[in-house]
């Protein structure tokens, strides 16, 4: 697949609110290097889909994302503000969440907004550090 | 009476009571308790739909009880404590007396950006971060690292000129005085921007691992108190009642059973600001 930038991605994917909330997000990216052999695909513009699965090894760190449909998202009980989508970081869950237009967020970025889970995983793995997330759902 | 003062005019003496006093309830383990009950709440509220500590108009009363009931805690071990309020528009770099050894201590390393000086240094055995959302054991933070600065004085004076407390649909997508302060209207803003600036476990729905979320919020409940004075006939709170997924002036706020934003409105009923 053609090479693609990840604040090209970030663009094909959010609308202009979101854009708005990820100046910082752009910033930090500065210093940054490249994700490592990924194999993403960002959402069709103007696309009325859901975030799209992703599975890519970023910084060292394999995450994986994909929707949850059926049974699985029923079980979560979402009432409009959880997220029917599933985020692993070297195959541990990192909680997220969906807030309608403003976007994603997760248990360990709580106070930022992000376009899609992808950019909350990867967020979270510079976060972390190389600590690994302790999964936590009360609800589940 | 309790009295709340600016961290940065407390004096030796009066640090020192702060830090111990938190030490103490870290050490009997009520602490974690206030750590676990802002996880859950966060957890809760993003799965339930009803924004009840963030994100919705509750967000101010909410850690208005929050914030008393650890100060209660505090009160336990020293009476002459109470929660300082931190100013970050005014103490608003790495060097800020905030990050010295004898209050908070400061950034972290940047190997993974454990704190390595002052009292809730892994290292001096004290702080170990029990309540948990990543394995990190220690308290971490990197100032200034995702946004280069804090909230100015004019962002904050142009929040408190906002005459109307909140408004429909009372999310993060809301104009008004709170959604402004909380930062919901424009992410990495306000209240939220200065977590994000501390980064580590302030970044985290366990934020309250790092003290420091104690004088933040303190200034941050401040604020709201100020915006009352600024505007008297403001409703303090909205919205008043019968709008459904969302706390009104006389609902109950979870996990508390008899508190209610209206019972929070007063708050010199419990502390003042100097």
Do not use: C
């Amino acid at each position: 697949m053609s090479k693609i930038t990840r604040r090209q991605a970030v663009g094909a994917v959010t609308g202009t609110a979101a854009g708005l909330a990820l100046v910082g997000v752009a910033s930090a990216w500065a210093d940054s290097t490249p994700a490592e052999g990924g194999k993403n695909k960002a959402a069709p513009p103007g696309g009325n889909g859901g975030p799209v699965a992703f599975d890519e090894v970023f910084q060292g760190r394999r995450i994986q994302g994909e929707p949850l449909e059926g049974a699985a998202a029923h079980a979560r009980g979402h009432a409009g503000h959880g997220s029917p989508f599933r985020v692993l970081i070297d195959g541990r869950e990192l909680h997220v969440m969906h807030h309608g237009k403003s976007g994603w967020s997760s248990a360990i970025n709580h106070y930022e907004r992000f376009a899609s889970p992808l950019e909350t995983a990867r967020t979270a793995v510079t976060t972390l550090k190389g600590a690994s997330v302790v999964p936590f759902n009360p609800t589940v | 009476m309790t009295v709340r003062k600016n961290q940065a005019n407390l004096t030796a003496a009066e640090k020192k009571a702060f830090v111990d006093a938190v030490l103490e309830v870290k050490r009997i383990g009520v602490y974690d308790e206030f750590v676990a009950a802002h996880r859950l709440r966060f957890a809760l509220d993003m799965n339930t739909g009803v924004y009840v500590g963030h994100f919705g108009p509750s967000f101010l009363p909410w850690h208005r009880k929050f914030l008393i009931d650890f100060e209660n805690e505090l009160q336990k071990i020293d009476a002459s404590v109470s929660i300082p309020y931190w100013d970050w528009t005014v103490d608003n770099s790495v060097a800020s007396s905030i990050w010295a050894p004898d209050l908070l201590g400061g950034t972290g390393r940047p190997l993974d950006d454990q704190v390595m000086d002052g009292p809730f240094a892994y290292s001096g055995g004290k702080w170990p971060i029990n309540i948990q959302v990543d394995t990190r054991p220690f308290l971490a933070r990197n100032l200034g690292y995702r946004v280069p600065t804090l909230p100015t004085r004019a962002q904050v004076d142009a929040a408190l000129a906002i005459p109307t407390y909140d408004s429909a649909p009372w999310s993060d997508a809301s104009a008004g005085f709170r959604s402004t302060l909380e930062g919901t209207a424009s992410y990495m803003s306000m209240h939220n921007r200065v977590h994000t600036w501390i980064w580590g476990q302030m970044e985290t729905s366990v934020s309250p691992n790092d003290p420091v979320f104690w004088l933040h919020h303190s200034f941050v409940d401040k604020l709201w108190a100020d915006w009352h004075a600024l505007h008297p006939t403001s409703a303090e709170y909205l919205p008043a009642g019968t709008t459904p997924n969302v706390i009104d002036l006389n609902d109950t706020m979870p996990p508390w059973t008899n508190t209610t934003p209206q019972s929070m409105l007063d708050h010199t009923q419990f502390y003042t600001y100097a």
